[in-house]
């Protein structure tokens, strides 16, 4: 593929995830209640994980449709590249 998709409507999403990854240190800086913290560690980890589907999605859609159309990559050589990285989230 000649160039890739933009992913710039997950910038507000990944300011957002930023910004409770902040408060999460502020709170252990400032002692905080483990379940506090744990809770909100959890909030910042849903956030990047709908970023992530977010991207994957584009990917699916944009860069996984030229492909097919083109012959850049067999479906097969595609499967595996997503069966990759799909194996890397666990």
């Known amino acids: 593929m000649t160039a ?3 992913h710039h409507e997950q ?4 300011n957002r995830a930023a910004g409770q990854l902040e408060g999460v240190k502020r709170m252990i800086a400032d002692g905080q209640y ?6 909100q ?11 992530e589907l977010g991207v994957l999605e584009v990917h699916m ?3 996984l449709t030229h ?3 083109t012959g850049d990559k067999s479906p097969e050589a595609q499967i595996a590249e997503l069966m ?5 989230y666990e």
């Not at 483990?34 to 809770?39: Q, S």
């Not at 910042?44 to 709908?50: C, G, L």
């Not at 990759?84 to 890397?88: C, E, G, Q, R, S």
């Open 34 to 39: 483990c379940v506090d913290i744990l809770t």
């Open 61 to 63: 859609k944009s860069c």
């Open 84 to 88: 990759t990285l799909l194996k890397k």
């Open 11 to 14: 910038l507000p999403r990944l």
């Open 41 to 51: 560690l959890r909030a910042v980890r849903s956030a990047i994980k709908a970023i």
């Open 4 to 6: 890739s998709p933009s």
């Open 67 to 69: 492909s097919c159309c």
